[in-house]
């Protein structure tokens, strides 16, 4: 019996058939599925968002968030207070950050990203009662029993030594989440992981996939597509441009296809980067030329965080 495909929505998640991210199964080019005997019921997408998760049990993860179209917050790092509570560092789609504590948030500028996080490692050798304030953010002290921030906007928190280097981690990793335009519908790429980096695009169904790599196969994918540029530049001083170029490689997620559709610089008007599960459509990357300078920036910005 033929796989029921999931519903698509035209007006949930506009999209043309490049940006379907399906294929039939053994690789070739993305294509219009296949018509299928029935129109798919709620159970039928749950069952296949189900098995897709099942697949990728215990080789990394395939999810499916419950809700349609995009969250506004990318990632969202917790740092738990051992006083009670969390310091919650949040990078929303917008591309701006917030540092949330007790229903209070704060924003937080670029100079803040840029400063608190050395600024707070750089405590050590603090006395008790030892201050530094930092305009729109609030006050740190030097505590008895670690330190204590009093939020300019309202509120405070106690934390450990350990803690407030935590809280500077999260603060100086936020920028890595990143939303982007691919041409297909956004992308984003984010890691709450040390060892691990996410993914996230909407499905045929406009409820968002995520699927976490580990970092060999992050690795792999970025090298893949990286010897395709070389081979294209080859071929070019050769004269021996071909219109397609494709690497398989393997993965914590399955075998994945990473493929150059046009010039692969970005100036030719189907210039397309296709990174696909070779089986199954579960998931999938389509970047349109003008994108790809951004997509690759966003998926190296990852990888040069967490220092891979």
Do not use: C
């Amino acid at each position: 019996m033929a796989a029921i495909k999931r519903i698509w929505r035209e007006e949930l998640h506009p999209r043309d058939s490049w940006g379907r991210f399906t294929h039939r199964d053994g690789g070739g080019t993305p294509s219009a599925p296949t018509p299928q005997p029935a129109t798919p019921t709620p159970a039928d997408v749950s069952r296949m968002a189900d098995s897709a998760i099942r697949r990728a049990a215990g080789r990394g993860g395939i999810t499916r968030r419950p809700e349609r179209g995009m969250p506004n917050t990318i990632a969202r790092l917790s740092v738990p207070l051992k006083s009670g509570g969390t310091i919650d560092i949040e990078r929303h789609g917008d591309g701006t950050t917030t540092l949330n504590h007790n229903g209070r948030r704060i924003n937080l500028t670029d100079q803040h990203i840029n400063d608190l996080p050395r600024a707070l490692v750089i405590t050590d050798d603090w006395d008790s009662g030892d201050s530094e304030d930092y305009p729109g953010f609030g006050r740190l002290t030097k505590i008895t029993s670690g330190y204590r921030i009093d939020f300019e906007n309202g509120g405070s928190a106690h934390l450990t030594r350990r803690e407030l280097t935590k809280l500077s981690q999260a603060i100086e990793r936020a920028p890595s989440a990143q939303r982007v335009e691919t041409g297909y519908g956004p992308l984003d790429v984010f890691a709450n992981d040390p060892n691990k980096a996410t993914i996230r695009h909407l499905g045929d169904d406009g409820r968002p996939v995520e699927v976490t790599f580990t970092a060999s196969a992050f690795d792999r994918i970025l090298a893949a597509y990286g010897e395709l540029l070389d081979d294209i530049d080859i071929d070019l001083d050769e004269g021996t441009r071909r219109p397609t170029y494709s690497k398989t490689v393997n993965t914590n997620v399955g075998r994945v296809r990473v493929e150059i559709t046009g010039t692969g610089n970005g100036s030719g008007p189907d210039d397309t980067i296709l990174i696909v599960p070779t089986k199954g459509y579960d998931w999938g990357m389509a970047i349109s030329g003008p994108n790809s300078r951004a997509w690759y920036d966003a998926m190296a910005g990852v990888r040069e965080y967490l220092n891979w």
